[in-house]
């Protein structure tokens, strides 16, 4: 399934080589490993990823007033090598934030 997944979202887009298999495997648990469901979904997903982080990355200065309230940080990697992330909640006021900036803040750190 996840070949045919990978086929079909190459067919869609042919930028999408990045992609690794985790990635495509959260589209098919999500569709119940209906491939069509799933690779529409992720071409979706990739086009909205592509028009909200234009350049691959956030620059810093785009978010800096959530970078000051120093509410995330990165701890390392886990077992397989992906970064975790420690999200101090407490820090957060929702009463100083533009959503937008929060939005992009979340983006770059994920």
């Known amino acids: 399934v996840l070949k045919e997944m990978r086929f079909r979202v190459q ?5 999408s080589t990045d992609c690794d298999d985790a990635m495509l495997m959260r589209f098919l648990i999500a569709r119940n490993f209906n491939v069509e469901k799933a690779s529409k979904l992720f071409i979706q997903h990739l086009k909205w990823r592509r028009s909200f982080v234009p350049f691959g990355y ?4 785009e978010i800096l007033n959530e970078l000051k309230q120093k509410k995330i940080f990165l701890q ?3 077992k397989k090598g992906c970064p975790v992330g420690l999200i101090l909640a407490a820090r957060h006021n929702a009463f100083k934030r533009n959503m937008e900036e929060f939005k992009r803040m979340i983006i770059q750190n994920a």
């Open 11 to 15: 067919q869609l887009d042919a930028q």
């Open 58 to 61: 956030i620059p810093e200065n």
């Open 76 to 78: 390392g990697c886990d």
